[in-house]
């Protein structure tokens, strides 16, 4: 009995799972979540403005900045102060978004690892993920519980998003101290495109669907709705009519 109990609970290879919804759509979440990560993570940037001093040439200064997105600790390169007048100080980036970035960013590397922990449960021990236990109860509410997070973190991302577009825009770029100062002009130079970033987020709601939608597919396998079979009759009774 011991030998039939180790057979049934080792690995069985069957990629069978990988043809159904159920290990396909786990598939798509996988590669989705990888995109989410790199493309907001894996982001550099910079943003610029044209300084004109007394007396002195124009240049351009940028403040490069990047994940997390703590603009806050961001500094612009400083101009020649022979050409400035002394007229610079130092100048930071407005905002910290850190929070929402690294929050996004983190929840998709544990998604990422949660669906290549799933992969191996379907593939490889598809008989125990179906038999008689709490497997597909478990899956199903991670499911519905990563798709809300995923409404949540992408929302939260997309909204720091917007922030940090404004905060390294012409409005906030020449509200600065310097460029109110006498004798010196200032204008925008430009920013860096954020295309990546824009992804990150679109990326974020397609998981959010994929994920809600395969909360359907891992539903199937529980036992609500598919209940167990009915108990055999118990030893002695006898069915009507014998």
């Given at each position: 009995?011991?030998?039939?109990?180790?057979?049934?609970?080792?690995?069985?290879?069957?990629?069978?799972?990988?043809?159904?919804?159920?290990?396909?759509?786990?598939?798509?979440?996988?590669?989705?979540?990888?995109?989410?990560?790199?493309?907001?993570?894996?982001?550099?940037?910079?943003?610029?403005?044209?300084?004109?001093?007394?007396?002195?040439?124009?240049?351009?200064?940028?403040?490069?900045?990047?994940?997390?997105?703590?603009?806050?600790?961001?500094?612009?390169?400083?101009?020649?102060p022979s050409k400035c007048n002394r007229t610079w100080s130092d100048t930071h980036?407005?905002?910290?978004?850190?929070?929402?970035?690294?929050?996004?960013?983190?929840?998709?590397?544990?998604?990422?690892?949660?669906?290549?922990?799933?992969?191996?449960?379907?593939?490889?021990?598809?008989?125990?993920?179906?038999?008689?236990?709490?497997?597909?109860?478990?899956?199903?509410?991670?499911?519905?519980?990563?798709?809300?997070?995923?409404?949540?973190?992408?929302?939260?991302?997309?909204?720091?998003?917007?922030?940090?577009?404004?905060?390294?825009?012409?409005?906030?770029?020449?509200?600065?101290?310097?460029?109110?100062?006498?004798?010196?002009?200032?204008?925008?130079?430009?920013?860096?495109?954020?295309?990546?970033?824009?992804?990150?987020?679109?990326?974020?709601?397609?998981?959010?669907?994929?994920?809600?939608?395969?909360?359907?597919?891992?539903?199937?396998?529980?036992?609500?709705?598919?209940?167990?079979?009915?108990?055999?009759?118990?030893?002695?009774?006898?069915?009507?009519?014998?």
């Amino acid at each position: 009995m011991e030998r039939v109990s180790q057979k049934m609970s080792g690995l069985q290879l069957n990629l069978g799972p990988l043809k159904e919804p159920l290990g396909f759509i786990k598939v798509l979440e996988w590669i989705f979540s990888i995109f989410a990560f790199a493309t907001c993570g894996g982001y550099s940037g910079y943003t610029s403005i044209k300084v004109s001093c007394t007396g002195g040439n124009n240049e351009t200064l940028e403040a490069e900045f990047g994940y997390p997105f703590r603009l806050n600790t961001v500094m612009f390169k400083k101009p020649d102060p022979s050409k400035c007048n002394r007229t610079w100080s130092d100048t930071h980036l407005v905002g910290d978004f850190s929070s929402s970035s690294q929050f996004f960013v983190t929840f998709a590397v544990f998604v990422f690892l949660y669906c290549m922990a799933a992969l191996v449960l379907y593939v490889g021990y598809l008989h125990l993920y179906r038999g008689a236990g709490k497997l597909p109860m478990v899956d199903f509410v991670i499911t519905v519980v990563v798709a809300f997070l995923w409404l949540i973190s992408t929302s939260a991302w997309a909204k720091a998003l917007t922030d940090i577009k404004v905060s390294t825009g012409p409005e906030v770029m020449l509200a600065t101290k310097f460029c109110h100062t006498s004798g010196n002009t200032c204008r925008f130079g430009g920013v860096s495109s954020m295309g990546s970033l824009n992804v990150s987020v679109v990326v974020g709601f397609l998981n959010f669907i994929l994920w809600a939608g395969n909360a359907w597919f891992v539903y199937k396998e529980t036992n609500l709705h598919n209940p167990p079979d009915a108990q055999a009759p118990t030893a002695g009774h006898t069915p009507a009519g014998m």
